[in-house]
């Protein structure tokens, strides 16, 4: 007998009977893969009978996932995609085409394994993970993409042998998780190498350029840094971009056009293209297929919540970022397009190491500051407080919907505002 008829009930199954991340942080992190591997068994190791792609990295790994899969999706295969977190609806985390997997699934998955759920007591995301590759197994994809939640070699995603890992970057991030070094973060990464399996390394970084090349070299796996022997040339701006992407010294594909924007997707489409570009080749017809498909990308692979502009008069812009590496790029931009006043509805986790973070803000802005609606959120006054000692000046506000109502009333056509900070702050205002 079904244990669960609804899917609501699955829903508040998965979120009040098991740890997660999202909501509670570091608790949930397991260091440790036999859950994960317990659940897939019982479920019929349906990660062994995928072709899988697997990616890693501090920034622009969610932006990298859906690129990949976008162009695989472009040829016609029929392409799993697996992210995390999500924004509104928990099934965009698992995605086949685009298309975000059916309730009843969900909820015909628990109810056939809930007794050995029952018996391994998987966290929140292990359990996701298994139904994401039981998901994939059973409506036989082609190809499945499989984003890495946090870190690499204990991420409950690295029960995979891939086809290619990728390792967009490394930055500073969970530092109370995977180390307090760069190097210590690239050795968390780079757990996602496997013997004789190619790893495309997204950004050519100095002080971590060792730890890859030697675990490649451990692993006897094909070592190729994107950034080296890809190139993507920017010639228009706008809502629509327009890029000329050099393969290996030569021009590859001109005039490729496509429906996103933002300052770090020049490195994520390069991370992208070299890891499309190893496994399809580059023959007209895969130009020409990938070239029509990206002119609407966004809306064939559902993707949101990085880089979403909301709004043009006046310019509202929301985006993920959430450490120094990746909000760098954001600060560098809303400090030089052109603009009136610059407003920022701010929130973050309270698991963050802020005072860098903080350190990289315009003090000309008027700041919203804001606490998301998780657990983990951090007070919004005790951000406030943390930002005043940074000359960031402004209000807190008890929710992010208050201090977005706020910022928006203050408006002129010519201001920019900006709402970041956590991917939980973007979600709310989506």
């Not at 697996?82 to 609806?89: A, E, F, G, L």
């Not at 030697?214 to 796996?221: G, I, L, R």
């Amino acid at each position: 007998m079904a244990r669960f008829t609804k899917y609501q009930d699955v829903l508040q199954f998965f979120y009040d009977q098991l740890p997660m991340f999202q909501r509670v942080g570091s608790p949930a992190f397991k260091k440790d893969l036999t859950n994960t591997l317990a659940l897939l068994e019982a479920c019929g190791n349906p990660h062994q009978k995928l072709k899988t792609i697997h990616i890693a990295g501090t920034n622009g790994k969610g932006s990298t996932s859906h690129l990949i899969a976008g162009g695989l999706q472009a040829m016609g295969f029929k392409t799993g995609l697996y992210t995390s977190p999500h924004y509104k609806d928990f099934r965009e985390r698992i995605k086949i085409n685009g298309q975000y997997i059916e309730p009843h699934f969900v909820k015909s998955f628990v109810n056939t394994f809930y007794q050995d759920i029952i018996r391994i007591q998987p966290s929140f995301f292990e359990m996701t993970v298994a139904l994401a590759f039981y998901y994939f197994d059973q409506k036989k994809v082609d190809y499945a993409v499989i984003e890495t939640g946090l870190g690499g070699r204990l991420d409950s995603t690295n029960v995979i042998t891939p086809l290619l890992s990728v390792i967009t970057n490394i930055s500073f991030d969970h530092m109370d998780m995977l180390g307090d070094t760069l190097e210590k973060i690239a050795f968390e990464k780079a757990g996602i190498i496997k013997p004789g399996v190619p790893v495309i390394i997204g950004e050519d970084q100095e002080e971590v350029r060792h730890v890859f090349a030697e675990t490649a070299k451990q692993k006897n796996s094909l070592y190729m840094v994107a950034e080296k022997d890809f190139q993507a040339v920017k010639k228009t701006n706008g809502l629509t971009e327009t890029w000329d992407i050099f393969a290996f010294g030569k021009p590859w594909i001109t005039n490729f056009q496509m429906d996103i924007s933002g300052p770090f997707q020049e490195k994520n489409l390069i991370t992208a293209m070299a890891a499309l570009h190893y496994l399809l080749g580059e023959d007209k017809n895969v130009v020409a297929k990938l070239t029509k498909f990206f002119l609407h990308f966004s809306t064939y692979t559902k993707f949101m919540g990085r880089w979403q502009i909301l709004s043009t008069k006046p310019f509202i812009l929301a985006d993920s970022a959430h450490n120094e590496g990746g909000l760098q790029y954001v600060v560098r931009y809303l400090e030089s397009c052109p603009k009136n006043k610059l407003h920022i509805v701010l929130g973050f986790v309270n698991d963050k190491e802020i005072n860098k973070i903080l350190a990289v803000f315009p003090k000309g802005a008027t700041y919203y500051f804001v606490k998301a609606n998780i657990p983990r959120g951090l007070n919004a006054t005790l951000l406030q407080e943390k930002a005043t000692t940074y000359g960031l000046k402004g209000k807190s506000y008890s929710s992010v919907r208050k201090g977005f109502a706020a910022a928006k009333q203050k408006l002129q056509p010519d201001d920019v505002l900006f709402v970041g900070g956590s991917i939980f702050v973007v979600a709310e205002i989506l």
